[in-house]
């Protein structure tokens, strides 16, 4: 769980385009960056690195494997859609990350507004927007714990992304996937609480960020 050989499968990480910080230790972080590593190279996913996966890696990261590198998604070529039930239908050839996010956005779709709710337990009665936005993220292993809003200012990468954006500041935060906007509020329901929309919200002062490679 941790020294060398943890090292070395961080910087390999790295090298295959899943940013990791080399510091020894098999922590929560390194273990979902596993995680994505292993959907990428569809393996059984689990977040270990047994001595079979750790030779592949070895193998795609020294060999140059096409897909190993930190690339883009491909752009998408058409949004996802929001259906009657108000949960999102992902685009056709949506990357895997992508599908996970609305996936696990659609499982909270409904629940109430609740301050704080998320933050304690994944599962809750009730989710607050940074909440919302943490457990859709969690779906596809872009974070490991919920986080706030001020905390979304500094994840990822700067700027819009291709898939996935998530807008930030000190009170408030939300995401866009796939064209859709997952958000607790600025919707046309008479109640608050995590849902889609296909309305865009003003977003001057936000911070935008975006998870590498989407």
Same mark, same amino acid.
């Given at each position: 769980?941790?020294?060398?050989?943890?090292?070395?499968?961080?910087?390999?990480?790295?090298?295959?385009?899943?940013?990791?910080?080399?510091?020894?230790?098999?922590?929560?972080?390194?273990?979902?960056?596993?995680?994505?590593?292993?959907?990428?190279?569809?393996?059984?996913?689990?977040?270990?690195?047994?001595?079979?996966?750790?030779?592949?890696?070895?193998?795609?990261?020294?060999?140059? &494997?096409?897909?190993?590198?930190? *690339?883009? #998604?491909?752009?998408?070529? @058409? $949004?996802?859609?929001? /259906?009657?039930?108000? +949960?999102?239908?992902?685009? &056709?050839?949506?990357?895997?990350? *992508?599908? #996970?996010?609305?996936?696990? @956005? $659609?499982?909270?779709? /409904?629940?109430?507004? +609740?301050?704080?709710?998320?933050?304690?337990?994944?599962?809750?009665?009730?989710?607050?927007?940074?909440?919302?936005?943490?457990?859709?993220?969690?779906?596809?292993?872009?974070?490991?714990?919920?986080?706030?809003?001020?905390?979304?200012?500094?994840?990822?990468?700067?700027?819009?992304?291709?898939?996935?954006?998530?807008?930030?500041?000190?009170?408030?935060?939300?995401?866009?996937?796939?064209?859709?906007?997952?958000?607790?509020?600025?919707?046309?329901?008479?109640?608050?609480?995590?849902?889609?929309?296909?309305?865009?919200?003003?977003?001057?002062?936000?911070?935008?960020?975006?998870?590498?490679?989407?």
């Amino acid at each position: 769980m941790k020294g060398t050989d943890v090292r070395v499968l961080q910087g390999f990480l790295t090298k295959a385009g899943i940013k990791t910080a080399v510091d020894g230790r098999y922590g929560p972080k390194t273990t979902s960056n596993v995680r994505r590593w292993e959907r990428r190279a569809n393996l059984p996913i689990d977040g270990r690195m047994p001595k079979t996966e750790a030779a592949t890696l070895r193998m795609q990261v020294e060999q140059g &494997v096409a897909g190993t590198q930190s *690339v883009p #998604a491909p752009a998408p070529t @058409a $949004n996802a859609t929001l /259906g009657a039930d108000g +949960k999102a239908i992902a685009p &056709v050839g949506a990357p895997p990350e *992508v599908v #996970a996010v609305i996936a696990a @956005a $659609n499982e909270i779709v /409904g629940k109430p507004y +609740k301050y704080g709710g998320g933050h304690g337990d994944w599962e809750d009665s009730g989710y607050d927007c940074s909440g919302s936005e943490s457990y859709a993220l969690h779906g596809a292993d872009l974070v490991s714990r919920p986080l706030n809003s001020s905390e979304f200012m500094s994840w990822g990468e700067p700027g819009e992304g291709q898939w996935i954006t998530s807008y930030a500041h000190g009170g408030h935060s939300f995401l866009v996937v796939a064209g859709l906007r997952f958000d607790t509020g600025y919707n046309d329901s008479s109640s608050s609480g995590p849902k889609w929309s296909t309305k865009m919200r003003p977003t001057d002062g936000f911070t935008v960020r975006h998870p590498q490679g989407l």
